[in-house]
């Protein structure tokens, strides 16, 4: 898949990986060119996570990505595509689904989801573990108590790709 920016083709693929901690820019020390692949993968964020790069990236590689704030997509989308990437990661590795994940699931913003997604995610979970579910629990708590103070392991703060939800005005999200 490829995609034009400034007159050129860059290849999603290609970028996410290049700029990425275990790609070209860190290893040879290049951080502007790390920030410039990220930056590029929060404005395409739904190409790029559709992309066999994505489902091919380290943990260490992935953490960046799921704890920026301008993520052009939506935290259900990310909850899939992150459960997509444990998938492959546990079938290349012959590890578990919840042990591959477990270095990323922590930055998965569960409050935001809405109570019905939230209940099928758990439902989901309780079939393919992929999120602890004390971190669920969290999130439950967010809604219950409606305050996104209210669990401290839960982060709240809303991704520029986030749609509204109804729940969103209790939460006090606000957006960086």
Do not use: Y
């Not at 692949?37 to 489902?55: D, K, V």
């Amino acid at each position: 898949m490829a995609l034009s920016r400034d007159g050129g083709r860059w290849d999603v693929e290609f970028k996410a990986k290049l700029g990425l901690p275990d790609g070209v820019a860190v290893t040879f020390g290049l951080g502007p060119l790390q920030e410039r692949c990220i930056t590029f993968i929060e404005a395409h964020s739904q190409e790029a996570l559709r992309t066999r790069g994505f489902l091919e990236l380290s943990a260490t590689a992935l953490l960046p990505v799921l704890r920026s704030d301008k993520l052009c997509v939506d935290e259900a989308e990310l909850v899939k595509a992150a459960r997509n990437w444990a998938r492959v990661g546990a079938a290349v590795l012959e590890r578990p689904v919840a042990e591959v994940a477990a270095p990323v699931v922590r930055e998965l913003r569960l409050a935001l989801l809405a109570p019905a997604e939230l209940s099928a995610l758990e439902d989901q979970n309780r079939q393919e573990p992929l999120i602890p579910v004390e971190q669920i629990v969290e999130a439950w708590k967010c809604h219950a108590l409606r305050r996104g103070d209210a669990a401290p392991g839960a982060p709240c703060r809303r991704r520029r790709g986030t749609l509204p939800r109804d729940h969103h005005r209790f939460l006090d999200l606000r957006f960086k």
